[in-house]
């Protein structure tokens, strides 16, 4: 059994910035595709991002586009989600996953979830 630790969420005014953080075991973060989902309010899991074990081309959803950076630190075991130009409609629970490949994990076929950490954009 796998322990992904997120942290980092919260409140933040609409054009902000955060950085979400997902730690877990070197087991994990040498063997699974990692990578972040988020949940809205009223709305299904969605995929944001994510990266093989072997490291590589980070894989993002559309509304990703250049306002999410995705980031990892071998020497911490952890990855990030650096969040930039936040707006309202990314407020949602944001997940971290663990998956045996980065295309089961897009598919939402995850081996391991965080606990999910809450991100507000709000004035």
């Known amino acids: 059994q796998e322990q992904l630790v997120e942290s980092g969420g919260g409140l933040v005014q609409p054009g902000g910035s955060l950085k979400l953080s997902c730690a877990t075991s070197r087991r994990a973060y040498t063997t699974y595709a990692l990578g972040w989902f988020r949940q809205a309010p009223g709305k299904e899991r969605e995929f944001v991002a994510t990266?093989?074990?072997?490291?590589?081309?980070?894989e993002s959803a559309d509304f990703v586009k250049e306002r999410f950076m995705f980031t990892r630190d071998g020497g911490k075991n952890t990855i990030y989600l650096r969040m930039n130009r936040l707006e309202p409609d990314d407020t949602a629970v944001y997940y971290c996953?663990?998956?045996?490949?980065?295309?089961?994990?897009?598919?939402?076929?995850?081996?391991?979830w965080g606990q999910g950490t809450r991100v507000t954009v709000s004035s």
């Open positions: 996953a663990a998956a045996l490949s980065t295309k089961q994990l897009r598919a939402g076929e995850v081996a391991y």
């Open positions: 990266i093989g074990s072997a490291g590589g081309t980070t």
